[in-house]
């Protein structure tokens, strides 16, 4: 899982990265190789220097013209840079592989997001996670801002400025949602704020409507996130998290906070 494929024009199917089970998983491990089908069915593997191409997972590749540019990774956690971006490119004939230096305003450390080629070649980023330096420790936040970046010129810019209401919650003493602690969020939807169920094809995330703002409501391995897609009043916005967090509390047995 974590993996890209991408189909070109002349029926060769590139797979690039992806993991084998979950990070608490003994068997865990994240891939940096690319695995090529042929059109005719022969298959080629091509295994990576860490320096070239670190383990890569959750990232996006978008083919552009005769390369291939894969944007972002979840990796190891002491592989990891929040603040920076990264962007290789890969050849999808002699299949090396180059890291790109970008400029501009990026959008951090991403995984798990969606890219997108538009006809004057800028990729558009959107959804997916930021892994954040908080106190110290490494924090998943999803992402609400949408950003853009020039293929030819290599440089990022930001779309979006939502700035819209987010919260963590998390166990108290550092556990994870995980197993029997895993709470579904139709579980943790709200008892004494009136709201209107939104369809979410995620069976992950629920989304709501609370007076008239669309409320999504993710569960994570680490945190649970609940992110108000509009202006509620502060108010209003610290009894839904509170909610949440009661709920996820009764649920998990143990005491949760928000971060």
Known sequence: ????????????????????????????????????????????????????????????????????????????????????????????????????????????????????????????????????????????????EEFALDVSSWKWQRITNRNWFQASICQQDGGLYVLDRHPKPDDLLLSTIPYIVLTCEDRDTARIVVDGIPVSLKGGVSAIELIVEGELPAEKSKRLVDEVRMKAEAIVGTRCIVE
């Open 1 to 144: 899982m974590g993996a890209t494929s991408c189909i070109l024009p002349d029926g060769r199917i590139l797979y690039i990265g992806g993991e084998h089970e979950d990070s608490y998983d003994p068997d865990f491990c994240i891939y940096n190789d690319l695995v090529v089908f042929g059109p005719v069915g022969e298959i080629e593997i091509y295994g990576y220097a860490e320096e070239i191409f670190p383990p890569t997972d959750f990232h996006t590749a978008t083919v552009v013209d005769d390369q291939i540019i894969v944007i972002g990774r979840l990796g190891y956690q002491n592989a990891r840079q929040p603040g920076h971006t990264p962007v290789y490119s890969l050849d999808v004939y002699s299949y090396r592989i180059t890291e790109i230096q970008t400029i501009g305003e990026n959008p951090v450390w991403i995984f798990g997001h969606d890219a997108k080629l538009s006809a004057d070649g800028i990729i558009n980023v959107r959804g997916g996670e930021n892994i954040l330096m908080v106190g110290g420790k490494q924090k998943f936040k999803r992402r609400v």
